[in-house]
């Protein structure tokens, strides 16, 4: 139960794009669960790409809401200028996952970063690759990463990213609310929008600019957006950011 963005390329206002973000850790939809609190304060990080576009590299993460730490701001004001893959996350934490700072996304492995927005049931029955080192305090978000990872990196698979991601979902042999999820090897950008249950507020949009993507859990509303703009990402489906000009895939499955 979290928020997701991420961006490709140069949107315009970025950095406004990304301090509007910091607000949903406060006002971000929920879903209509009766007891559920408002809000998504149970730590938060970003990640970027490297400057040779080659893989992720953390820019920070912590413990507490976004909306009430200074290093949100001071992580944004230290990138001179956009990198060209970020990723942003606002976590609430799923019920019997602890509150830690190991559990706070993004999460890293190889030259990849992931991000994940809903509850994976039995996660640890997921198969991956071994050698795959745990970081988390047993967190599902990272034990579905693993298991999406060990698809992806399968050079046996004679398949594209997306036709191995599409493999990996459809295999998935465990219960969840919602495998949103947004992902990067610091050259293409990749989210997953695929849930069972409450559609809503397992949303996420895409918002096209001259120079570059918005990818988010929830439209952005900035003064220099237009509403209408925003699309919003079916459910079941796969989108992909790649190249300059930059190509949108989306892939339905």
Same mark, same amino acid.
């Given at each position: 139960m979290c928020r997701l963005l991420s961006t490709y390329g140069k949107p315009e206002e970025w950095s406004?794009?990304?301090?509007?973000?910091?607000?949903?850790?406060?006002?971000?939809?929920?879903?209509?669960i009766t007891g559920i609190e408002p809000g998504h304060k149970d730590g938060w990080g970003m990640t970027r790409s490297n400057i040779d576009k080659l893989g992720m590299e953390t820019v920070g993460n912590y413990l507490g809401s976004a909306m009430e730490a200074d290093e949100?701001?001071?992580?944004?004001?230290s990138l001179s200028t956009p990198p060209h893959i970020f990723m942003c996350h606002l976590r609430k934490a799923t019920p019997g996952i602890p509150i830690s700072l190991a559990n706070a996304h993004p999460f890293h492995q190889e030259n990849w970063a992931f991000s994940h927005n809903?509850?994976?049931?039995?996660?640890?029955?997921?198969?991956?690759?071994s050698s795959f080192r745990f970081t988390s305090d047993n967190s599902d978000s990272e034990h579905y990463f693993h298991y999406l990872l060990?698809?992806?990196?399968?050079?046996?698979?004679?398949?594209?990213?997306?036709?191995?991601?599409?493999?990996?979902?459809?295999?998935?042999s465990v219960s969840f609310t919602s495998?949103?999820?947004?992902?990067?090897?610091?050259?293409?950008?990749?989210?997953? *929008?695929?849930?069972?249950?409450?559609?809503?507020?397992?949303s996420l949009s895409y918002y096209e600019t001259k120079n570059g993507i918005v990818i988010s859990s929830e439209p952005i509303n900035?003064?220099?957006f237009?509403?209408?703009?925003?699309?919003?990402?079916?459910? *079941?489906?796969i989108i992909r950011v790649s190249g300059y000009p930059l190509e949108v895939q989306i892939f339905q499955f």
């Open positions: 406004k794009i990304i301090i509007e973000f910091q607000k949903q850790a406060n006002t971000g939809e929920i879903p209509p949100y701001k001071q992580n944004i004001d809903g509850t994976v049931y039995n996660s640890n029955e997921l198969k991956s690759d060990s698809y992806i990196l399968n050079e046996n698979l004679q398949q594209t990213f997306p036709e191995k991601i599409i493999e990996a979902l459809l295999n998935i495998l949103n999820s947004m992902f990067s090897n610091g050259s293409e950008l990749f989210a997953i *929008r695929y849930c069972t249950k409450y559609e809503d507020y397992y900035i003064p220099e237009e509403t209408n703009l925003w699309k919003e990402i079916p459910n *079941r489906s």
